[in-house]
């Protein structure tokens, strides 16, 4: 299986974490040498009426004790543009939202990594179709934030 290695320093302590791949909604998670199986929650079936569909973004997985661990990937449509984590870190807020118009170069979020907020950036030009990663939401290195189409 492939892992994912991220460190972090969470209260002065450090913490190597291993992420490995979503499988049958179990991922295996490896915290200071400790394994562990993570299983995600599955979401109740939502009702949606045909004239407004609900689009939402999906909470990020949780450990037993309620934790989050990282922000779920997505897919984007042919031509729009997924705005990345740069570095591992916590989504602080945002300064766009679902159908707002962006600029090349505006902030579109602030990311806390390693107690600094960092501006995110929006790569192109474009309509907000969908926001990923929750504000509270701790996303990896190259993790999915939004999309721009």
């Known amino acids: 299986m492939k892992f994912k290695e991220y460190k972090y320093k969470i209260n002065g302590t450090k913490f190597t974490v291993k992420v490995g791949e979503l499988v049958d909604n179990n991922v295996q998670v490896e915290v200071n040498g400790t394994p562990y ?15 407004q569909p609900v689009k939402s973004p999906k909470p990020a997985p949780r450990t037993e004790s309620g934790e989050k661990i990282i922000a779920t990937p997505t897919s984007a449509s042919a ?26 170069g505006d ?9 600094m907020e960092n501006d995110i950036h929006s790569p ?3 309509k907000v179709v969908r926001i990923i990663a929750n504000v509270g939401d701790a996303v990896p290195q190259d993790g999915d934030i939004l999309v721009i189409e």
């Open 124 to 126: 192109s030009s474009g």
């Open 37 to 51: 199986t993570v299983e995600l929650d599955k979401e109740p079936a939502r009702k949606t009426s045909v004239s």
């Open 79 to 104: 031509g729009a543009h997924v705005v990345k984590a740069p570095l591992p870190g916590t989504i602080m807020s945002y300064s766009v939202k679902v159908g707002d118009m962006v600029n090349a």
């Open 107 to 115: 902030t579109v979020c602030v990311l806390e990594a390693m107690k």
